[in-house]
C-alpha cells in the first residue's frame, strides 16, 4: 500500500533553517508528483510547492519563493522540503502528499505531518 | 491566485440529517478542453492530515461513503452529506488544482447538534 513516512518534529530558531523529508513506499516514486503543504495550529490548509519526482521541476507559491527548495532522492524514493529564514509564523504541521498523477491532479495521499516550531 | 470560499464557517446538524458545504472559486476551474472541473473535497480530522473525498468535482475517492457527494461547475461547488453520522465530524476543505498555487477553501467545521 501507498505509503509516505515524514521525519520528526524540529525545534528551531529565527533565522535558522528546516529540511523535511517524506520517504515513499509501495508505488513508483518517479510516477506521481509530491506537493508540500502547510497548517499553522488551529488554521488552515496552505499549498507551498510541489516537484514533478520523475523531472525533478518544481512549482512554488509566489508567498514562499526564495525561502523553500523541494528535491528529491530517486535512489531513496524521498522528496525533500527545505524551508530557510524560519520566522515564528512558519510554526506549522508540514504535510508530504502524492497527487493522483500528472500534476493537476488531486491530493490522494498524505504523509503524517511534521510539526516544525520555530521559537527564541 | 485563485480565492477560494467556503461557506458555512461552521454547521451543526443533527444525526442522520443533511449537511451541505459551499465553495466558491474566485475564477472558473472547469477546463474546457476536457470537460473537468478541477475541485477536491477533503475532510480532516482532528490529529490527523486530510483525507481525499471527492475529485474532478463529483468522483468519489474509492472506499469513501456513498452519502458524500459533490457536485457543481466552473465558480459553484457543494459538498453533501446525505445523513450526518457520528464519524463525519471534521473540518472539510476545497480545493482547487486548476492553477498554481492549489488553493485551499477556508474550511468547514462540521458538528453534531
Known amino acids: 500500500q501507498v505509503q509516505l513516512v515524514q521525519s520528526g518534529a524540529e525545534v528551531k530558531q529565527p533565522g535558522a533553517s528546516v529540511k523535511v523529508s517524506c520517504k515513499a513506499s509501495?508505488?513508483?516514486?518517479?510516477?506521481?508528483?509530491i506537493h508540500w503543504v502547510r497548517q499553522a495550529p488551529g488554521q488552515g490548509l496552505e499549498w507551498m510547492g510541489w516537484?514533478?519526482?520523475?523531472?525533478?521541476?518544481?512549482t512554488y507559491a509566489q508567498k514562499f519563493q526564495g525561502r523553500v527548495t523541494v528535491t528529491r532522492d530517486t535512489s531513496i524514493n524521498t522528496a525533500y522540503m527545505e524551508l530557510t529564514w524560519l520566522r515564528s509564523d512558519d510554526t506549522a504541521i508540514y504535510y508530504c502528499?502524492?497527487?493522483?498523477?500528472?500534476?493537476?491532479?488531486?491530493?490522494?495521499?498524505w504523509g503524517q505531518g511534521t510539526l516544525v516550531t520555530v521559537s527564541s | 491566485d485563485i480565492v477560494m470560499t467556503q461557506s458555512p464557517d461552521s454547521l451543526a446538524v443533527s444525526l442522520g440529517e443533511r449537511a451541505t458545504i459551499n465553495c466558491k472559486s474566485s475564477?472558473?476551474?472547469?477546463?474546457?478542453?476536457?470537460?473537468?472541473?478541477?475541485l477536491g473535497w477533503y475532510q480532516q480530522k482532528p490529529g490527523q492530515p486530510p483525507k481525499v473525498l471527492i475529485y474532478?468535482?463529483?468522483t468519489r475517492e474509492s472506499g469513501v461513503p456513498d452519502r458524500f457527494s459533490g457536485s457543481g461547475s466552473g465558480t459553484d461547488f457543494t459538498l453533501t452529506i446525505s445523513s450526518l453520522q457520528a464519524e463525519d465530524v471534521a473540518v472539510y476543505y476545497c480545493?482547487?488544482?486548476?492553477?498554481?498555487?492549489?488553493?485551499f477553501g477556508g474550511g468547514t467545521k462540521v458538528e453534531i447538534k
Open positions: 475564477q472558473s476551474v472547469l477546463y474546457n478542453s476536457n470537460n473537468k472541473n478541477y
Open positions: 509501495g508505488y513508483t516514486f518517479t510516477g506521481y508528483y
Open positions: 480545493q482547487q488544482y486548476y492553477s498554481s498555487p492549489f488553493t
Open positions: 474532478w468535482a463529483s
Open positions: 516537484i514533478n519526482v520523475n523531472s525533478g521541476g518544481t
Open positions: 502528499a502524492r497527487d493522483q498523477g500528472g500534476g493537476y491532479t488531486a491530493l490522494n495521499h
